[in-house]
């Protein structure tokens, strides 16, 4: 079983607020993504990096910065958070161009 | 591009009831098919993955079938239970070497009543 972790679970914030959402994983993984889930359950790759120093942006467009520099490690950040940043946050890596693995989420209300 | 058309939602059974989700696909070359299931406050889990055509992924009662002619890999249950209910995710592997890997369908909701 895979080994990705998210933290935290849950974030509640005001408008303006810079925040940092943690992703980890023990895997060796060299790719990692993050998805963007709507209410309507669609997800949405935001960001994705081929391995260290490495990042790219996804389908969505998105205010959310990303950064890599160690393998297991691929933070997101949101300089200036607002309510239309309210949304879960889905982590996720893999090691062949195959089957990804998915972190429990983040779910982030901005008010 | 490549795509995935996913059975819309919701669906209710009731429990032992036969489920079937359809999933069809637009893709260039031969991807590989994947399931996920997300159950409620989780993240996406792996249910199953066929990688070649006729392929049958299986998992927890769970089959599906990467058919190249219909394009499709739809996911049965022959007997479903309530602890099935869920969010099911048909999703679509790319072309290798590209980070860009899976494009997901739209997810279907899935509740077992007792």
């Known amino acids: 079983e895979a080994d990705i972790y998210q933290t935290p679970r849950y974030l509640v914030i005001g408008t303006g607020k810079k925040i940092t959402l943690e992703c980890s994983q023990t895997?060796?993984?060299?790719?990692m993504y993050w998805y963007q889930q709507d209410p309507g359950m669609e997800l949405h790759l935001i960001h994705y990096?081929?391995?260290?120093?490495?990042?790219e942006k996804g389908d969505l467009s998105s205010e959310s910065t990303v950064s890599r520099i160690r393998t297991e490690h691929f933070p997101l950040t949101l300089e200036s958070a607002r309510p239309s940043h309210t949304s879960q946050y889905l982590c996720?890596?893999?090691?062949?161009?195959?089957?990804?693995?998915f972190g429990p989420g983040t779910r982030l209300t901005v008010l | 591009g490549d795509s995935v058309t996913q059975m819309e939602g919701p669906v209710t059974l009731s429990e032992e009831a036969f489920l079937t989700i359809n999933c069809t696909y637009t893709?260039?070359?031969?991807?590989?098919l994947f399931w996920y299931v997300q159950y409620p406050g989780e993240g996406l889990q792996l249910l199953l993955k066929?990688?070649?055509?006729?392929d049958k992924g299986s998992n927890k009662g769970f089959e599906a079938t990467y058919r190249k002619e219909t394009t499709s890999f739809h996911l049965e249950k022959g007997s479903v239970q309530v602890s099935d209910s869920a969010v099911y995710f048909c999703?679509?592997?790319?072309?290798?070497?590209?980070?860009?890997?899976?494009?997901f369908g739209s997810g279907t909701q899935l509740t077992v009543l007792p």
């Open positions: 996720a890596s893999s090691e062949l161009a195959d089957t990804q693995y």
């Open positions: 895997m060796g993984h060299d790719k």
């Open positions: 990096s081929y391995g260290v120093n490495s990042t």
């Open positions: 893709a260039t070359g031969y991807p590989s």
């Open positions: 066929a990688t070649k055509a006729d």
């Open positions: 999703a679509l592997g790319g072309l290798s070497g590209s980070a860009r890997q899976l494009t």
